[in-house]
């Protein structure tokens, strides 16, 4: 697993593995306006990008080799800041959309809560975030159960443990366990939720 912490190893496994889990997760949740100007919480080397265009782009994860991969790559057309999540800086209220893809099942509960205030603090009213992460469910094969417990994160749960996680300055506007979203055998949950106005 040491492995994945270098970034030409881990755009490989994810380009494996995740197939078109970005598009999906971009045209169906995150659905970006031009101009908007979006936070992407643990953005790791950053390889939405290719599907996120016209857009003001701030990239923020604690990895600096991820980092510097990120600013190699699309330097050109977005900013990135390695920090912490329970650290990391924003402008208040200036952001339009954040993103967690594949980063709440890292984090243990004291984390995601901090991942939670970072998004609420960025948001404008009416900002959404939108959230993927690997998710156990009663109707899943051995096979997927065992990925799950085998993923990187330590911190994979239950939609519910998940939803319980969304503090009260967010309202949920769907969640979806999708089975469907990489190229194999897994189960995630899309969550979308938005700042109230």
């Known amino acids: ?3 994945l912490a270098r970034p030409s190893v881990y755009g490989v496994v994810q380009r494996v593995v995740r197939g078109g889990a970005h598009r999906l997760f971009v045209e169906e949740y995150v659905r970006p306006r031009p101009g908007e ?3 992407d919480i643990g953005c790791g080397p950053a390889g939405i990008l290719e599907h996120l265009h016209g857009l003001d782009y701030l990239g923020i994860d604690q990895s600096e080799a991820y980092v510097k991969a990120a600013r190699r790559r699309y330097g050109g057309r977005a900013a990135f800041v390695c920090s912490p999540v329970s ?11 954040a993103i967690a893809y594949g980063v709440l099942h890292h984090l243990d509960d004291a984390g995601a809560a901090d991942l939670y205030s970072l998004a609420h603090r960025a948001l404008r009213p009416g900002g959404r975030l939108v959230t993927l992460d690997g998710c156990f469910v009663d109707e899943q094969s051995r096979v997927v159960r065992v990925l799950l417990t085998r993923d990187r994160g330590e911190h994979v749960r239950k939609a519910e443990d998940y939803l319980a996680l969304v503090p009260r300055t967010f309202e949920v506007l769907q969640a979806d366990i999708r089975h469907d979203a990489l190229r ?7 969550v979308e939720m938005v700042k109230p106005t």
């Open 1 to 3: 697993m040491r492995a």
């Open 87 to 97: 650290t990391a800086a924003v402008e208040p209220e200036s952001f339009d959309l």
């Open 37 to 39: 100007r979006v936070l």
């Open 184 to 190: 194999i055998p897994y189960t995630v949950l899309v």
